[in-house]
């Protein structure tokens, strides 16, 4: 399995997916034009993408596609709770393009997909899991709070894509982002702090996760180097360090992200 990050903040966000037989997006919040060039650098035809996987409504996570698919003939799986939404904001799809779950796991080729509801302000939100061979990898980003299930439900990735998206101080004392912002972004409903996901990473050591991929960093309220540090205390206060037991690295709102590989 390889995995690839293409894009990730409140401006597009899209993680490329691929198996021996599968190729997939999760997400395609960045423009057509943005999406063909970034898979260009992979040497990916978009006419080889099998499907994109929708996590929800908001733009930053369906801008491109509509317009890709179209062009391209993909699929398109959502859960069956946003499609009404889907339909006035994608425009004019084929019917056999358009595919609904409803938190069963289903498959594409070699590839198991799995669901699992998330809470954030949206008509629904959910993470996926991508199963190959045994071998997992998990995404969860625009999510208020985590909750036992979905560290169960991430425990035993291989690779994880987390949001790490606000610092907490830097957010409460950020002049430009008004109260009703600022409590919307904090809320169970918001997106997750460096702090939070910091504990989060905490708890899945020891569950054959190698690799955290931080994501969706808001660009006025967190850094790259403020997210890292962050989790890299708490393995530290919890006397893990992440050279020996796990590699941290950061999502980029305007450039690929490195490319990971899975292995039997």
Known sequence: MRICVLGSGSKGNSTYIETENSKILIDAGLSKCDLERRLSLLNINPYDIDAILVTHEHSDHIKGVGQFARK???KIYAHNQIWNILEDKLGDLSCSQQIEFNGNDF???????QSFDVDHDSQHCVGFSVIENNKKFSIATDLGHITPEITQRLSDSEFIVLESNHDIEKLKNNPHYPPYLKNRVLSKYGHLSNDETAKTITQLLGNNTRGIILAHLSEENNTPELAIQTVRNELIKNQ???KDEMYIDVAHQDHIGHIYKIKD
């Not at 498959?107 to 997909?113: A, E, F, G, P």
């Open 72 to 74: 391209y003939k993909n």
């Open 240 to 242: 893990v360090t992440s």
């Open 107 to 113: 498959y594409i080729k070699d590839m198991v997909i």
